[in-house]
């Protein structure tokens, strides 16, 4: 079952600049979770969110929770060619801990 | 350093052939979940468990089964290979205690001819 759905799939910019990311989903959640995936690595948590906050903040990110459009962005400021990776969000949708994956957005940050 | 290890990086099997593909943490962690990873598919949910010798199906068990005897040791098992199994997994844990963030391995690689 699909629960997070990113947007892009794609994103390329230039080092300097923002990247934002966005992730819709379907059903309630406890909390919404950002993953970072290096190419061919396992993934490595970012920042999580609860359904009662609307947004936090982890050095260069930045996270909004929307929960009326079911919906959350990852912002990252001053991007670096380390942030290349893929991106994805996470819920656990009330399923007893478990996470729900989206397909991921694939950053490249070129230097 | 937490850490989540998978035993190997990439495996390359025959089809029709068993497969175990073994996972071990060392964070006294609770829950344990098998992950494999395609691309345009994201992250599907093979198998999770919460306690050792308990397992639950996850999205798409068909063709895996589990194991946990020991509560830091959750195996993947593919009974009988086939190339449609020929994916990434990553083997994942957190604990009951946190707010659900999941500590990853490294993933292994498997091609199934």
């Known amino acids: 079952s699909q629960q997070g759905e990113e947007d892009p799939q794609a994103l390329s910019i230039q080092e300097g600049e923002n990247a934002t990311m966005n992730c819709s989903y379907k059903t309630s959640i406890n909390n919404l979770q950002w993953y970072r995936q290096n190419s061919g690595r396992g993934l490595v948590h970012l920042i999580l969110i609860r359904s009662n906050e609307r947004e936090k903040h982890s050095g260069r990110l930045r996270v909004t929770l929307d929960t009326s459009k079911k919906s959350s962005s990852l912002l990252i400021t001053a991007s670096r060619a380390a942030d290349t990776a893929s991106y994805f969000c996470a819920t656990d949708a009330h399923q007893g801990g478990k996470l729900i994956f989206g397909q991921g957005t694939e950053l490249s940050v070129k230097p | 350093d937490v850490k989540v290890t998978q035993s190997s990086r990439y495996l390359v099997k025959r089809t029709g052939e068993k497969v175990f593909l073994e996972c071990v943490q060392d964070m006294d962690h609770e829950n344990m979940f098998w992950y494999r990873q395609d691309p345009g598919l994201g992250l599907r949910l093979i198998y999770f468990?919460?306690?050792?010798?308990?397992?639950e199906k996850g999205d798409i068990p068909e063709g895996y089964s589990v194991s946990r005897e020991k509560k830091e040791r959750f195996s993947l098992i593919l009974e009988s290979a086939s190339t449609n199994q020929t994916s990434m997994y990553l083997c994942?844990?957190?604990?009951?205690?946190?707010?659900?963030?999941?500590?990853f391995g490294e993933g292994s690689r498997l091609t199934v001819l």
């Open positions: 468990s919460y306690d050792v010798k308990m397992k």
């Open positions: 994942a844990s957190s604990s009951t205690r946190g707010p659900g963030e999941l500590f």
